[in-house]
């Protein structure tokens, strides 16, 4: 989708989905840009609007923003952020639509023109003005929204830790472009998985992957006999899916979308990217979904979806974990864990107490399934433990550090630093590390302490 036509941008679509490209490149700028530059004066923002306006009724965040819109190449942009901020989000936002579009196919949209982009410094705006505004009742990061009073994306920072806010931005911007050039045409159940694959390309230049949660939880339910065969997916209507969800206790459901969308953008194989990109090309244009996922693979009868099925188990039992995402999800477990201890007050003492803590709470973290996260859960065996090694693109294994296995421990506290929860340092094989950094998004003593992950 070309909206800017004075701008043309240009990407090679089919390694979107075979290599780290331009959306690793496009995401991780966007993810160094909120946590670091945003925050920072974000603090010193508020406090000067709380002591200028405390005595003035405010206007409302729609008022307000009326005065400063912005166009970029892809959205016309409302804020209250900082200018900086603004700025830098903008372009961040213009990469991830162009790279999407490029990605999935340049798809043909069926509304044309410029989308809004709404970004908020308060949840509290946010929920007020998608309810006074478009009469949606909103989540609490980014997201897509279509109403008989408009649609675009909504992003709100506030106490959200970056890597919730990268990815939730990039399936936000995904369901949009989808919508936008599919309707409601496409497979329900399919548009998760695209959405789940997309938001997990946001990693800073290590490439998307799956974890090992995910993928037991796949691998489970083929094992058990309940997943949703091929044709039945891609079959089921928004209705169905929706229900289905709801019943669905552990994920697998979300999971396997996420691994049939793995599977059909697979490089040098049947089932590979260039014959996805037709499918979604087809339903853009009005083909029916089940027809134009029929036409393009192939399936001509009930044998037909059989093999089809028996390619995606087969592909879904094989599939390897990245040890990267492994280890980047289980860090955000551990500081979904810290900050809900923190609200309880109840901050461990070391590692151990940690999990411990976790255990006897019965903890699972994201808290709520998130596009590109998969829970984890402080019950399972492996939640405690960095990665083990695992083979690399080339086959080969990292040598093991001698001296002590791979682990999580708490970082000592500097001195004079104030009281926060403390950082999780992760130790792998090859002696790398990365940890679990705070932050705050607002000045009030109050507000909760923010994650990151850094190396």
């Known amino acids: 989708m070309q909206s800017n036509t004075n701008k043309p941008v240009t990407y090679n679509s089919f390694a979107f989905f075979e290599k780290k490209g331009h959306f690793a490149i496009s995401c991780a700028k966007l993810v160094d840009v909120l946590p670091k530059k945003y925050f920072l004066i974000l603090g010193v923002t508020v406090g000067i609007a709380t002591s ?3 005595q003035v009724a405010r206007e409302s965040w729609w008022d307000r923003t009326s005065k400063t819109m912005f166009v970029a190449s892809s959205h016309r942009i409302r804020s209250d ?6 700025v830098s989000t903008a372009e961040g936002i213009d990469r991830l639509w162009f790279t999407i579009d490029a990605g999935l196919g340049q798809l043909r949209p069926r509304s044309r023109g410029l989308q809004q982009a709404l970004l908020f410094a308060s ?23 279509f109403s008989p009073l408009g649609q675009g994306i909504a992003v709100c920072t506030e106490d959200v830790p970056a890597p919730f806010a990268a990815r939730g931005l990039t399936a936000a911007i995904g369901a949009e472009y989808l919508r936008l050039s599919c309707g409601a045409d496409l497979a329900p159940a399919l548009q998760v998985g695209i959405l789940d694959f ?17 993928i037991a939880v796949v691998r489970k339910s083929l094992t058990d ?11 089921m209507t928004a209705q169905e899916w929706k229900q289905a969800v709801a019943q669905d206790s552990n994920g697998a459901l979300r999971e396997q979308s996420a691994s049939v969308v793995r599977f059909l953008t697979q490089s ?22 089940l027809s134009a996922f029929s036409s393009v693979y192939g399936l001509r009868d009930e044998r037909g979806w059989e093999d089809f099925d028996k390619q995606w188990k087969a592909f879904a039992l094989k599939e390897k974990s990245s040890a990267n995402e492994t280890l980047h999800e289980r860090l955000a477990c551990l500081a979904e864990g810290l900050r809900q201890l923190d609200k309880e007050g109840a901050l461990p003492v070391d590692f151990a107490a940690l999990e411990v803590a976790l255990k006897d709470r019965n903890f699972v973290s994201p808290t709520q399934w998130r596009p590109g996260f998969s829970q984890i859960q402080a019950s399972e065996p492996n939640t405690f433990t960095p990665t083990q090694p ?11 550090n001698r001296s002590k296995p791979p682990r999580f421990e708490f970082e000592e506290p500097k001195k004079g630093e104030e009281k926060q929860p403390p950082s999780v340092l992760a130790i792998d094989v090859s002696n790398n590390r990365s940890k679990v950094v705070w932050f705050k998004t607002r000045p009030e003593p109050e507000a909760p302490w923010v994650w990151d992950i850094s190396r």
């Open 52 to 54: 200028s306006f405390a």
């Open 198 to 214: 997309l938001a997990r390309r946001d990693s800073k230049g290590v490439g998307g992957g799956i974890g090992e949660a995910g």
């Open 123 to 145: 949840q509290e705006d946010l929920s007020e003005t998608m309810r006074s505004q478009f009469a949606v009742d909103a989540p609490s990061d980014a997201f897509a929204f």
């Open 390 to 400: 695992y083979e690399n693109a080339s086959g080969a294994k990292p040598l093991p």
């Open 225 to 235: 006999a309940k997943s949703i065969s091929m044709l039945d997916f891609m079959s």
């Open 268 to 289: 040098n194989t049947a089932a590979n990217a260039s014959i996805f990109q037709q499918y979604l090309r087809l339903v853009s244009e009005g083909m029916p979904n």
């Open 81 to 86: 952020l900082p200018a900086k901020t603004n």
